[in-house]
């Protein structure tokens, strides 16, 4: 399926992924619609960063995917609807798990009730590397175990049962995306690698971190986003979950160690008690098989790790700040 043209919905727009994901969208010509978290600040998230010129060409709905009105007017005339709309962060998951499953579980719910009731071409709905848990066995492909290791997880394995479910059930033509560990600019200052260049930035003697051990797959999101709208147009990757990864894994010590070069650091690297997971929830090493992937569309990550890094050092160099308590921890 060609995309040029369609009408494109986008839930979560106004989040790190999805806001650059927009961004390509419109580039292709695609007619799109983000569907933005209704909010008192009147504030379109990290699609009001981008210039005018951009802003002009998609519209903007306000509205939350727990609404299953609100998602249906969203959707009602589209073609394609990029479903990236979720609660993400695992430590918040241990505080308040239902807010999760109502986000994540009856959020999605209400995006493949919507879609298939509308008739939607394709429905690309996200899922994350978080549900396999910690690697029985790399690398790591989409016949591997599902392991619910947080309240997170678990809420995106039941989304993506639910859309294999709609696939199988009513024929909903839907893909699952499934990224590894995307990073970039603008993404949350609690997702660790902004954490790292934050902290180094400010000159922090002391670089403060949960476990060094944990590996990771790292992505970055300009190839997330190519991935993204390749699996869509792909009719082939229809009723199948397909992982987005680069395919090499980095622990999080070296992570920080390449971060404090990058920066021209001195930080030395503390274990902090309050970032370490709870020791049965640390999912220990990620690393992703991306051969179907690369199989369907022939995607591939295009951007070095070292590469990417020095991107998203530089873009939160040159960054406003954004408000926030710098000086403590929070989940």
């Given at each position: ?16 992924i999805?806001s650059?994901?927009?961004e ?14 209704y ?25 939350d995917?727990?609404d ?40 999605t ?17 996200t ?40 696939c199988?059930s009513?024929?909903l ?21 902004p ?16 476990s ?9 999101v ?16 229809v009723g ?6 680069a395919?090499?894994e980095?622990?999080i ?20 008690d ?12 990620l ?14 990550p ?13 873009w ?13 921890y929070?989940?």
């Open positions: 399926m060609d995309l040029e043209g369609k009408r494109v919905v986008v839930t979560g727009a106004d989040g790190f999805g650059h994901l927009t390509v969208l419109v580039a292709q010509g695609c007619v799109v619609t983000a569907l933005c978290f909010n008192s600040f009147d504030s379109w998230g990290w699609l009001d960063s981008l210039p005018s010129k951009t802003t002009s060409r998609f519209s903007v709905v306000m509205g995917v727990r299953p009105n609100g998602v249906r007017a969203a959707l009602a005339g589209a073609d394609v609807v990029f479903h990236l709309a979720a609660l993400i962060g695992i430590p918040f998951s241990y505080n308040s798990p239902d807010s999760y499953v109502d986000t994540n579980v009856k959020g719910l209400n995006v493949l009730q919507a879609a298939r009731d509308l008739g939607l071409e394709r429905v690309v709905v899922s994350t590397s978080e549900v396999y848990g910690s690697a029985q066995y790399v690398p790591i492909d989409e016949a591997h175990p599902r392991q619910a290791q947080s309240p997170y997880s678990a809420s995106k394995i039941g989304a993506d049962a639910l859309a294999t479910a709609f199988r009513f024929n033509p839907a893909v699952i995306v499934r990224p590894f560990n995307t990073y970039g600019p603008r993404q949350s200052e609690r997702a660790v690698i954490t790292i260049i934050m902290q180094l930035l400010a000159g922090s003697a002391e670089l403060h971190l949960g060094l051990r944990p590996t990771r797959d790292l992505t970055f300009t190839d997330t986003c190519a991935g993204f709208i390749a699996l869509a147009s792909c009719d082939e990757a199948l979950d397909v992982n987005l990864g395919g090499k980095i622990s010590g070296d992570l920080a160690s390449l971060l404090v070069e990058l920066t021209g650091s001195k930080a030395t690297v503390v274990t902090d309050e970032r370490l997971r709870p020791a049965g929830s640390e999912v220990e090493r690393m992703s098989d991306n051969a179907l992937a690369r199989a369907l569309t022939r995607w591939e295009a951007v070095s790790l070292r590469d990417g890094l020095a991107r998203t050092v530089a939160f160099s040159e960054s406003p700040e954004r408000p926030g308590h710098k000086s403590m929070t989940v």
